[in-house]
């Protein structure tokens, strides 16, 4: 077998953004892995030797900058040792963060810190294939028809850990770094004759410019920005903070180039993927998921509420959900099994009260929740003949994936834009070639769950 040249490692910051970019890549023809944590060498020169693209799904979206500095520091070096030219530190397409907790302006000192000869950091955050946009420094996303500022969407401005409170990035990471952060803004990106590569060296040079924000509307912004990006990673490798955006960017330019069409891509046939018994686990509080939650439920799904705070504190009542899983499952169920029903359902608030009470901060309430469903997961699957689950929620797909026995997955469908159906690998037989799909609270269409039962989508 010719190896191909590795063109892209990416540490996501949650589990539900990094399949999303294993996505992009996958569905350009450049094939993709995504691990749970740094491959070796060794690893991925024995079973993944024609990997092009390598992913690392982390939790740094929860983590506070304290947090970020000592494990960032350390996963960043072991990416940048995996040899791409380009390393990405993949965000969530809306922003998440916030100065106390998953501070974006804090990764950018941390990768300039690492890499120290890189003179600034492109940001990218649009992705219009996703329907995000950025337009002069202010950020967008579409939810069914309509298109919203993040100030004022419906999800992320009432999100229960990192609310958007403001659009405008240049401010939101203004309150996250004392970096100086510039626009390249949408004038500029419309202008056909305008040289992308002298105005970052302007910005640079002049105004100091350490984190460079794009503005995005079109795939032709994207392809530009690809563009830049690789030509910008020839001579050293660069480091990059953004959403699937940045996957995005540089395929759509990757595949622009014959050499690299015959050199890298790597279009084929995706694996058959059938009709298969589910079950779906919900951390998420948005009225995306809960539409779809009660879709599925209309739909002949079986639906188990339950309650976050006694799930976190009664071993008895975690032990009774799981009896009624397995029963469910035995009996040939689609089960989903779900916490919240939107953003003022009252469990929230319950969650809530329950962590102060026990000194827990509200922010640690996806982790607790995610080990929670995970160990749930975990159990039923070696005690059922399951075969594919869903976990919704960005933060509870982090954590319940890890506490699975699992290492890697790669795409193996297309279900909705950003949130594939993948094959797990294992190296416990069980769990090896389970089939998961993650998905961030935002996405999919209200039919998601049913499609994901169905295995319909694009195959890849």
């Avoid at 952060?181 to 990106?189: E, H, K, P, S």
């Avoid at 079986?302 to 008895?316: F, N, Y």
């Avoid at 959900?321 to 029963?327: A, Q």
Wanted: proline share 4%; aromatic share 8%.
């Amino acid at each position: 077998m010719q190896l191909k040249p590795r063109l892209l490692s990416f540490y996501g910051d949650d589990f539900t953004g990094s399949t999303d970019a294993m996505e992009a890549l996958t569905i350009s023809g450049f094939k993709t892995v995504l691990f749970l944590e740094p491959p070796t060498k060794n690893l991925l020169d024995e079973q993944f030797p024609d990997v092009q693209c390598i992913g690392v799904a982390g939790t740094s979206r929860t983590m506070t900058p304290e947090q970020m500095e000592q494990d960032l520091t350390t996963l960043f070096t072991q990416i940048k040792e995996l040899g791409a030219p380009i390393n990405q530190y993949k965000i969530c397409s809306t922003f998440d963060s916030s100065p106390s907790v998953g501070n974006i302006g804090k990764v950018l000192e941390i990768i300039l810190k690492i890499n120290d000869t890189q003179s600034f950091v492109p940001i990218l955050a649009g992705v219009p294939p996703l329907a995000r946009y950025t337009v002069f420094g202010n950020h967008f996303a579409k939810v069914k028809e309509n298109v919203f500022r993040l100030d004022e969407h419906p999800v992320m401005s009432k999100h229960p850990i990192t609310p958007m409170q403001e659009a405008n990035l240049l401010k939101h990471l203004g309150k996250q770094t004392n970096l100086s952060i510039a626009l390249m803004d949408i004038t500029f990106m419309n202008n056909d004759d305008s040289n992308l590569a002298n105005e970052v060296s302007r910005l640079v040079r002049e105004e100091g410019a350490k984190g460079l924000l794009f503005d995005v509307t079109t795939d032709d912004d994207l392809t530009r920005i690809g563009e830049l990006i690789w030509e910008g990673s020839e001579d050293e490798q660069q480091f990059v903070v953004g959403s699937s955006g940045i996957e995005y960017a540089l395929t759509n330019y990757w595949n622009t180039k014959e050499n690299m069409n015959s050199e890298y891509v790597n279009k084929k046939e995706g694996e058959q993927v059938e009709k298969e018994q589910v079950l779906i686990v919900s951390g998420s509080c948005s009225a995306i998921t809960s539409d779809q939650i009660k879709y599925a439920l209309d739909n002949g799904f079986t639906g188990l509420k339950v309650s976050p705070a006694k799930l976190m504190k009664s071993a008895s009542y975690s032990e009774e959900l799981l009896t009624k899983v397995i029963r469910m499952v035995d009996a040939g169920e689609n089960v989903i099994v779900y916490s919240a029903l939107g953003s003022e359902d009252s469990s929230i608030m319950d969650t809530r009260e329950y962590l102060e009470s026990i000194g827990v901060k509200p922010a640690d309430s996806g982790q607790l929740l995610g080990v929670k469903f995970g160990e749930l997961i975990k159990t039923t699957v070696e005690r059922t003949s399951l075969k594919r689950i869903v976990i919704a929620g960005g933060d509870t797909s982090s954590y319940a994936t890890l506490e699975m026995e699992i290492y890697a997955l790669e795409m193996i469908k297309r279900v909705a834009p950003g949130a594939p159906l993948c094959k797990a690998y294992s190296n416990d037989p069980r769990f090896d070639g389970l089939e998961i799909a993650l998905k961030g609270g935002q996405l999919g269409q209200v039919d998601y769950f049913t499609k994901v039962h169905q295995g319909s989508g694009v195959k890849v």
